[in-house]
Structure formats: structure tokens, C-alpha cells
């Protein structure tokens, strides 16, 4: 189980290459309140002085701390000079110390004094965070390697603060318990929760935001600080036996170097014997489980522990991504060497797709609404359809236009039979209405044609996506086809209607004759009772005044042309007839005309404007773009196609690898 942790190590260094952290990694992370005691803690696990020191916020952005356990130099020069040892990947030739760092913003750079690491610490959060305390949440990754230290994989983040200091803004406090939570949230994070002893428990902060997000404590650790440093008289006992907080994976006490330790540069060696003896006399009971040393052995054994128990998950979600990222890779295609066959295979498919799109038989089929051929369709027979069907054959025509009609046709002479004329008039008059909603079916039609050419590029031709001039030439290409056929087919569509106006057939097979038509009113009004109705009213106008007209006042001029005309009146009962018998006829002619009109617009939209655009579409857009003097100009990929790329394949040589170092483990490795 010793191998886990390098293992995750290695992990973590191969997805940093790709400036990217899709998998979460198990590793310990240091909670606590600013000045705590977090720095003093991580020291003693290394046994060396490397963190900044200072009063205030020190910590001001995370600190990836990666401690590496390597033989000690005598070792290691017995290894390279192969003396009965073979040499190994792990003898690291060429470095002549024990102890060693290295950053990963400076990878070529070995730091054998830890001074030197301490000022590169504060260097590189100065770069990013500015000289005057503001924080920031980019890492520092830091590698050290030594004889002294078990391998661990811990996050030091800047201490839990209250107020504003320097530069930092007044929601520091909001600002530094978010960073905080980033870390923590991750399921494969242990808690390494810091709480000096001389505070009170149940005011720590760092347990509140570990309990936030591990509510059953199954990943907190809790580490005591300062037990030197409690009021006389009082001891932390209660507390390190968890009888005040309970908290699951364990209560480690320490005692951390006081600053006249710092200032007269005590070691980390003599700070450990007099922790021991610390606890010792004051807690002997608890002395073997607690101190700097077995703190560094629980660590070690519970992040071995929970390496091993996330291993699975982790396998298999390196396996899921590894998958997704292959199909992202292969959807951005291989850059462009033949120019020429790549242009006509993007055409040739995306006229293919259009065309499939329209005839149903398209790969990409939306669920959520009707889209190509199945739009199409319902504008013809749903749409066009119902609307022509509300069309009332006699809408807008009242019994007094008929009646207008019939004696505008016979001029000055009175008719004895409803002239042919009126019926003419009237019904071509009808027929017009069917043309608004004819020509609006051809303009549906056109608009849905144009919705084909997003669908296809969003949808069907994911290749075309990679080149923005070619695909906004094609769209200008199709555009331009079906603009020059919409009026076409406007005029066909009209021409259809003039068509039916230029001629009325009272000779079709489905018309009522008019003498039909003519006997059947009279046979239901009575030819009689009409006569008779027809004589009394004949008689009562020749008695009665015109409607209308007066009397004319003695010596006063009569202007006709001045009377108003009455809006309605009640008609005779021949007026009647001749009325019924129009409106008859009219029906009957308009509703053949309808039915004609219904079937024989949507065939000349298919003629005219569909099936011309699927059988023109390729030859065109050949024409138009297989030109030598466009093809490199239409083939450059956007600039955002090749990060892409080159971000993905990136990414999936960094999960090849990580899934080659996982196979590595093998299963007596977890035991």
C-alpha cells in the first residue's frame, strides 16, 4: 500500500501538464483559523523550516505540498554506482543532497536550501497575488523530496480571517471560506482540521466549514495545536480524549515552536524531543498518540487507506472520460491535407443531408418539433389546407351586391332572367380571395427551406462547423438558390389563380346547371305565390312614391344624383330568387375552384421551389465553391476549432497515461 501514494502523486502531475483538475484526486487538506498553527503543523511533518513566517495572513494562496520519501544520498550514490544495486527510476542521479524541492511553475529547478524554497513560496504569491496581503485561488505546487518524511500528498490553504487587511477586499472573509469549501467539497479529500487548544472548541471555525460538508465526519481529522500555550491550571484532556467534539478518524495533539523558537532558529529535532517530553508530564496517557511524528503516521496510513478505497471510482472514471474525450477528438476531425477532396466531401454530405433532411430520411431526426419533409407537409395540408377550407365561398358578399350585380348586367333593359354576367362577376371575385393564402403557403415553404440549412449545420455536418468561411458560403450559396426560385414560384402560384379567373367553366362535370339550380328555388318558393307576390309588389311601387324622394317644394329645383342611396331594404320575392340562385351557383363553382386550388398549389411548390432545390442543390454549391483560387480560403479552420483540438487530444494523452499508471496497481497493492 506504500506505492498509492506516489501513485496519485504521479496522477496529479500529469493532469497539472494539462492545466486542468477533471478528476478529483484523494489527498489531505489543511483547514484552520489565521495563525492557528497550520504552518508549524506542516513544518514538523517535513522536519524543515520552508513557509513564509510573518504576523497576519501569510497564506495567501493554496499550497499543493507533494513530500516524496527517498533513500538517503549514501544510498542512492551506492545505486548509481551499481555496487550490487541496480539502478532505478527511483535513484535520481545528478542530485547531491538529502532533502531537495522542486516547483512545478520552475520544473528544470532544484532548491537543495529551503531557504531558497521559502523565498520562491513568497515570490510566486507575490507575482500573483500582489505585495499588500491579497489572496488568490491559484495554486503553488511544491515537490520535496527526503529521507525524513512519509509520503503524503497535503493543501495548505490561507487561514480562515475576519477583517480586511492591506489590499484585500472587504468580502475577504466570504472570499477565503469559498476557496476553502472548493477543496474540502472534493469526496476524495481527507480534513486536516487545525484548532488551537488555549480557543474554545465549539467556536472553531475550521470544524464548522469541515462539518458543512462532511456532516458524519467520516473524512475529518482534528489536530489540537498550542497545547503549550493553555491557561495554568486547565489541560486539554477532555478535548484529545473527544469527549467535548467527537470527531471519527481521530484527535491528534501537538505542541508547535513558539516564535523566540523561530527567532533563535531551534530545529525541528529538538522541537520534537521536547514535544515528547511535553506530553509526557503532562499527558502520559495520550503521549503515543499524539506529537508530530504519529501525526505524520496517521496521515500517511488514512490517506493509504482512503487511496485505496477511491481507487475504483477513480479507475472507472478515468475510463468514462478517456471515452468521451476520444469521441470529442474524432468529432474535430484531422487537419486538412487534400483540400480539394475535403471541399467535396463537406458538400457532397451536406447536400446529402439537406435532401435527407426533406425526404425523412435524415440521421439526426428532432423529437421535440417537425422540422424539413414533415413540416412541409403539414403546411400544406394543415396549414394552406384550413385556411383555405375557413374561406367562406360567399364571405364579403351580401344579397344587395348580388342584386347590384344582376341589374348593373342588364343596363337600362329590366331582365326577365338573371343574366350570366353577374354569376361572372361574382364568382371571379371569390376566386381572388384564394390567392393571399396561396402565395403565404409558398413563403412558409421557403422559410422552412432556410431552417433546413441551420439544422444540417448544426446537426447533420458536424465537419462543417470546423471551417466558419465554408459553412457561410454554403449558407449563402443555398440562400441564394432559393431566393431566385421564390418569385418563380410566386408567379406560378399566381398565374394559377389568373388561370381559373380567365376562364369559367359552367361546363364542369361537378357545376349545377343553372336552369337546375333555377327550378329548384322556384319549386320551393312556388311559382305561384312568387307571380302573385311579385304582381301585388309591382303594383304597390307603381302607387308609391320612390323610396327616398319627397315631395318637391313649389318652385324648387330636384337634384337626383344628390339622393342617397338606401343601404338595405326588404327584397321581393323575385329579388329573392335571383339572389339564391347566384349564391347557389357561386358556392357550387367556388368549391370546385378550391378543391383545385388545394391540390395543385402545393404540386407546383414541390416542382418549382422543393424538388428543384434537392436536384439543383450539389451541382450548385460544386459551381459555386470547387473553385482552386477559394479552396484554401474556405478550408481554414477556426481559430477556436484548433485549441479545441489541441486541448483535447492534450487532454486524452494525459488520461492514457493516467489510466497506465493505475493499471500499474495491482490488487495485492491494496492490502
Same mark, same amino acid.
Given at each position: ?46 522536519? %524543515? ?102 509520503? @503524503? ?38 480534513? @486536516? ?7 474554545? @472548541? ?138 480539394? #477532396? ?117 446537426? #447533420?455536418?458536424?465537419?462543417?462547423? %470546423? ?116 349564391? %347557389? @351557383? ?13 391540390? #395543385? ?36 479552420? #477556426? ?33
Amino acid at each position: 500500500m506504500e506505492t498509492l501514494i506516489p501513485i496519485i502523486n504521479r496522477l496529479q502531475e500529469v493532469f497539472l501538464t494539462v492545466g486542468a483538475e477533471i478528476i478529483q484526486l484523494p489527498q489531505i487538506v489543511v483547514v484552520g483559523s489565521q495563525s492557528s498553527g497550520k504552518s508549524s503543523v506542516l513544518e514538523s511533518l517535513v522536519g %524543515r523550516d520552508f513557509l513564509p513566517r510573518g504576523s497576519g495572513i501569510v497564506t495567501r494562496r493554496p499550497l499543493v505540498l507533494q513530500l516524496v520519501n527517498v533513500p538517503p544520498l549514501a544510498e542512492r550514490r551506492l545505486q548509481e554506482n551499481g555496487n550490487g544495486v541496480k539502478q532505478n527510476a527511483n535513484s535520481y542521479p545528478g542530485i547531491k543532497a538529502d532533502e531537495w524541492g522542486t516547483f512545478l511553475h520552475s520544473k528544470n529547478q532544484i532548491f537543495t536550501d529551503f531557504l531558497e524554497i521559502r523565498k520562491e513560496i513568497e515570490e510566486e504569491t507575490e507575482r500573483s497575488s500582489g505585495g499588500n496581503k491579497g489572496i488568490s485561488p491559484e495554486p503553488i505546487y511544491l515537490k520535496i523530496f527526503s529521507p525524513h518524511v512519509l509520503n @503524503l500528498t497535503l493543501v495548505d490553504l490561507p487561514g480562515i480571517t475576519k477583517v480586511p487587511v492591506g489590499d484585500q477586499p472587504e468580502d475577504i472573509e466570504a472570499q477565503v471560506q469559498e476557496m476553502i469549501l472548493s477543496f474540502i467539497s472534493n469526496p476524495n479529500s481527507l480534513i @486536516l482540521s487545525v484548532s488551537p487548544a488555549n480557543s474554545d @472548541l465549539a467556536t472553531s471555525d475550521a470544524l464548522k466549514l469541515a462539518r458543512e460538508v462532511d456532516q458524519d465526519g467520516r473524512r475529518t481529522l482534528l489536530v489540537v495545536s498550542k497545547l503549550d500555550l493553555m491557561d495554568a491550571g486547565t489541560d486539554a484532556l477532555e478535548v484529545l480524549l473527544g469527549r467535548v467534539i467527537p470527531v471519527r478518524l481521530g484527535i491528534v495533539g501537538v505542541v508547535n515552536r513558539s516564535q523566540h523558537d523561530i527567532n533563535t532558529q531551534k530545529s525541528i529535532e529538538d522541537t520534537a524531543r521536547d514535544e515528547q517530553a511535553f506530553l509526557q508530564r503532562h499527558y502520559p496517557s495520550l503521549a503515543s498518540r499524539c506529537g508530530s511524528r504519529y501525526l505524520a503516521r496517521t496521515l500517511s496510513r488514512l490517506l493509504m487507506h482512503h487511496i485505496r478505497d477511491c481507487l475504483p471510482e477513480l479507475k472507472r472514471r478515468v475510463t468514462v472520460l478517456s471515452a468521451q474525450y476520444q469521441a470529442r477528438l474524432s468529432s474535430y476531425g484531422q487537419p486538412v491535407e487534400d483540400h480539394s #477532396s475535403t471541399l467535396l466531401q463537406i458538400v457532397t454530405k451536406f447536400a446529402s443531408d439537406y435532401c435527407n433532411t426533406i425526404e425523412g430520411t435524415a440521421t439526426h431526426i428532432q423529437t421535440s418539433e417537425l422540422c424539413g419533409g414533415a413540416r412541409i407537409c403539414y403546411i400544406f395540408h394543415e396549414t394552406f389546407g384550413r385556411t383555405l377550407q375557413s374561406i367562406d365561398p360567399l364571405g364579403g358578399l351580401t344579397e344587395l351586391d348580388i342584386l347590384t350585380a344582376i341589374r348593373n348586367a342588364t343596363g337600362p333593359r329590366p331582365a326577365l332572367f338573371v343574366p350570366e354576367i353577374s354569376f361572372e362577376l361574382l364568382v371571379k371575385r371569390q376566386i381572388k380571395r384564394l390567392e393571399e393564402p396561396s402565395l403565404r403557403c409558398v413563403e412558409l415553404v421557403h422559410e422552412e427551406l432556410q431552417r433546413i440549412i441551420q439544422h444540417c449545420s448544426s446537426y #447533420s455536418t458536424q465537419e462543417l462547423l %470546423r471551417f466558419p468561411k465554408l459553412h457561410d458560403s454554403i449558407v449563402e450559396v443555398v440562400t441564394s438558390l432559393l431566393r431566385k426560385r421564390l418569385p418563380i414560384t410566386n408567379d406560378m402560384v399566381h398565374n394559377l389563380v389568373q388561370i381559373e379567373l380567365a376562364y369559367i367553366n359552367t361546363k364542369h362535370p361537378d357545376f349545377t346547371d343553372a336552369a337546375q339550380v333555377s327550378a329548384s328555388v322556384n319549386s320551393q318558393q312556388g311559382l305561384q305565390d312568387g307571380d302573385k307576390c311579385w304582381m301585388n309588389e309591382k303594383v304597390a311601387e307603381e302607387k308609391a312614391p320612390v323610396a327616398g324622394f319627397s315631395s318637391p317644394v313649389k318652385g324648387q329645383a330636384i337634384n337626383l344624383l344628390d339622393t342617397a342611396v338606401p343601404v338595405s331594404r326588404k327584397l321581393s320575392a323575385r329579388e329573392q330568387r335571383d339572389c339564391e340562385v347566384i349564391q %347557389r @351557383l357561386i358556392k357550387c363553382y367556388f368549391l370546385i375552384v378550391r378543391k383545385s386550388i388545394q391540390d #395543385s398549389v402545393p404540386k407546383t411548390v414541390m416542382h418549382f421551389l422543393v424538388n428543384f432545390v434537392k436536384e439543383r442543390l450539389q451541382s450548385e454549391l460544386v459551381g459555386q465553391l470547387y473553385k482552386q483560387n477559394l479552396l484554401q480560403g474556405l478550408l481554414i479552420e #477556426s481559430q477556436d476549432t484548433a485549441q479545441q483540438r489541441t486541448e483535447v487530444a492534450q487532454m486524452l494523452e494525459a488520461l492514457q497515461k493516467a489510466s497506465n499508471i493505475i493499471s500499474e496497481i495491482r490488487e495485492t497493492h491494496l492490502w
